[in-house]
């Protein structure tokens, strides 16, 4: 690792992201809960997407026939 | 049966007629399924599989290069946001399959062991991603094993699993768990293809069959 | 038409066959474009997102940062007063650690890891300070000195640094006071540390090459470096810490449930929190793998009747061919 330096300053590293996620996060509150807002955004889609995947109508689109 | 004449009963013979038996190709690779199968929602387990394949592809790429690259090259990190984000996919599609077979009582018909391979491998991949989480090498890392020590310590497990050992935990990450996981995968998919996807819970207000 | 409730058990033999009909189906297929869409997922949130790497936090810029913290834990590491002085196993005898009623998992498996921390953290690093007359004699002296004389000079030196000021050099400044060789010993070590020399030397103490950051670690746990930039991240424990990461990335969302006991009375104040927010979890987690056999538990899917909507396409084909269950 000779001449591989890490940065020295203490902010961290941003490579190549479209969005700045390396900001303090903003938190909701409710009584001893607390929770990231990106927390909170990741659990709300697994329940969106586990409602979506039984609503949806199931389409089959191959070639095969029913039986 | 030998392939060639007729040998005395070889181990080999035997393991081989015993796994074509539980296990014929047609039922380890069907090209059909039961027309119940209908819902969007039996997608998840083939996702979380796949999120794993990708979990240990950049893993390996990471591991090729050492523990300390993603901090000092951009390639290396772009492969760290991959591995990273995988594991957010893979928990995603596995605890959605997780209360889809819940909710399905997928455990019916003598598929308890399905159940209990499937939670167990929930259960190991959650310290499989804590010893990742550990193996980052910056302040992440520094403040997780700070913490968890008090945890771990508590248990008597921290008197031979250091959660402060970096190359303790980065071998328990990149070869130890890894294998337990992928073994529990292996043998959870078995057991699904062994005793098939399980039918739908009757309907309650259809008659009954007549006894 | 007879309603009523199956039994369990006819439940499981009903399931156990399937007669109906079947129809075409691509596994290899389903897993090749599962794999391609997953890999199209992860690379585009890597694109956009990229991952946190805030970079780790050294004794050298703990001691430049925070001299006061750094020497105010360093001596409680010598009068063992701080937490790992303390702690008890896997590091000491200090104390028998947590326990649960009757069961002290700490103290049954042992000291694994000694560390004795006035040797490991002062006397050692200021042995290898080369040439220094004064300060070995110093070393000495505190040494030698009877048990309560070095009490009373720690004691008063550690009062003097609650109202301590930072002078030029990042040296610690405090009122005069008798502190016997203390200050001299301080003094040494903060500089060793401002010099980087501390991180390898707790680092290298026993061996060249070394992964087992134990010693600095702890040290730095000790003190307040971590910490400070912890609860700035929301990263402690009564931040429901655990499910968090640095930044604004999403976390371990799926600790949730393991951080919750932490929030709540008895666990929020007690001193066994950590075992008995262990023990709960792994009672609960027996009990996930367990689910098919908890009655109430396993029949929660029939009272939250999810699985109508599920195979509502299989129902609808059952009642248009008349067919029974």
């Known amino acids: 690792m000779a001449g591989m330096r890490q940065p020295h300053s203490l902010a961290p590293v941003l490579v190549a992201a479209l969005v700045n996620l390396n900001r303090p996060a903003t938190y909701a509150h409710a009584g001893v809960f607390q929770m990231s807002v990106a927390n909170l955004v990741v659990i709300g889609l697994m329940v969106v997407v586990f409602a979506a995947a039984i609503a949806l109508p199931f389409r089959r689109r191959h070639k095969g026939e029913q039986r | 049966m030998s392939t060639h004449g007729s040998a005395p009963r070889s181990w080999t013979a035997r393991v081989r007629d015993t796994a074509v038996r539980a296990m014929p190709p047609e039922r380890l690779l069907p090209d059909e399924q039961p027309a119940y199968m209908s819902s969007w929602v039996y997608i998840f387990g083939v996702l979380t599989l796949a999120s794993l394949s990708v979990?240990?592809?950049?893993?390996?790429?990471?591991?090729?290069?050492?523990?300390?690259?993603?901090?000092?090259?951009?390639?290396?990190?772009?492969?760290?946001?991959?591995?990273?984000?995988?594991?957010?996919?893979?928990?995603?599609?596995?605890?959605?399959?997780?209360?889809?077979?819940?909710?399905?009582?997928?455990?019916?018909?003598?598929?308890?062991?399905?159940?209990?391979?499937g939670a167990v491998t929930f259960l190991v991949a959650i310290p499989c991603a804590f010893t990742g989480y550990l193996s980052q090498q910056n302040?992440?890392?520094?403040?997780?094993?700070?913490?968890?020590?008090?945890?771990?310590?508590?248990?008597?497990?921290g008197a031979f699993f250091n959660v402060l050992n970096f190359g303790q935990m980065y071998t328990y990450h990149v070869l130890l768990l890894p294998v337990v996981v992928v073994a529990l995968v292996v043998a959870h998919v078995l057991l699904v293809r062994r005793h098939g996807i399980v039918p739908p819970l009757p309907l309650a207000d259809l008659p009954k069959p007549s006894p | 038409?007879?309603?009523?409730?199956?039994?369990?058990?006819?439940?499981?033999?009903?399931?156990?066959?399937?007669?109906?009909?079947?129809?075409?189906?691509?596994?290899?297929?389903?897993?090749?474009?599962?794999?391609?869409?997953?890999?199209?997922?992860?690379?585009?949130?890597?694109?956009?997102?990229?991952?946190?790497?805030?970079?780790?936090?050294?004794?050298?810029?703990w001691?430049?940062?925070?001299?006061?913290?750094?020497?105010?834990?360093?001596?409680?590491e010598l009068d063992g007063s701080s937490d790992t002085a303390g702690y008890g196993p896997p590091y000491n005898h200090a104390s028998t650690g947590q326990?649960?009623?009757?069961?002290?998992?700490?103290?049954?498996?042992?000291?694994?890891?000694?560390?004795?921390?006035?040797?490991?953290?002062?006397?050692?690093?200021?042995?290898?300070?080369?040439?220094?007359g004064p300060l070995r004699a110093a070393v000495a002296a505190y040494r030698s000195a009877p048990a309560k004389m070095q009490s009373a000079w720690t004691t008063a030196y550690a009062d003097a640094l609650g109202k301590a000021t930072v002078g030029s050099g990042d040296a610690v400044q405090v009122a005069p006071g008798d502190y016997g060789p203390v200050?001299?010993?301080m003094s040494a070590l903060l500089s060793l540390a401002q010099s980087g020399g501390l991180d390898g030397d707790l680092l290298t103490s026993s061996q060249f090459y070394e992964t087992d950051y134990t010693t600095p670690l702890l040290l730095m746990a000790d003190g307040g470096v971590l910490t400070a930039r912890a609860q700035a991240q929301h990263l402690l424990g009564s931040q429901w810490g655990m499910m968090n990461e640095t930044g604004s990335y999403p976390g371990q969302v799926w600790l949730w449930l393991y951080t919750f006991w932490y929030q709540i009375e008895p666990f929020s104040s007690s001193a066994n929190a950590d075992l008995l927010v262990f023990l709960i979890m792994g009672f609960l987690s027996v009990c996930l793998v367990a689910v098919p056999f908890i009655p109430g538990v396993r029949d929660i899917p029939r009272w939250i009747p999810l699985y109508r909507y599920i195979w509502r396409d299989h129902y609808r084909a059952q009642q248009s061919t008349g067919a029974g269950a």
């Open chain 2, 55 to 117: 979990i240990i592809g950049s893993g390996v790429i990471l591991a090729l290069k050492g523990p300390a690259w993603w901090h000092y090259t951009g390639v290396g990190h772009f492969f760290n946001s991959v591995h990273l984000w995988a594991v957010e996919l893979f928990f995603f599609f596995m605890v959605i399959h997780l209360w889809a077979k819940f909710f399905m009582a997928a455990w019916r018909g003598g598929r308890a062991r399905t159940w209990a391979s």
């Open chain 3, 63 to 76: 001691s430049h940062q925070m001299p006061v913290d750094f020497v105010t834990t360093a001596v409680s």
């Open chain 3, 183 to 185: 200050p001299t010993m």
């Open chain 3, 99 to 132: 326990h649960a009623a009757f069961i002290h998992l700490q103290q049954w498996f042992g000291v694994s890891h000694p560390i004795n921390t006035p040797l490991d953290y002062v006397y050692e690093p200021l042995a290898s300070i080369p040439g220094d």
């Open chain 2, 139 to 157: 302040f992440d890392s520094q403040w997780i094993a700070t913490q968890a020590k008090d945890g771990i310590n508590s248990t008597g497990i």
């Open chain 3, 1 to 61: 038409m007879k309603r009523g409730r199956i039994s369990n058990r006819e439940l499981d033999r009903l399931a156990r066959n399937y007669d109906g009909p079947y129809r075409p189906y691509d596994l290899v297929k389903e897993l090749c474009v599962a794999l391609a869409v997953v890999t199209a997922l992860a690379l585009a949130l890597a694109i956009v997102f990229s991952s946190p790497d805030d970079p780790p936090r050294t004794i050298k810029q």
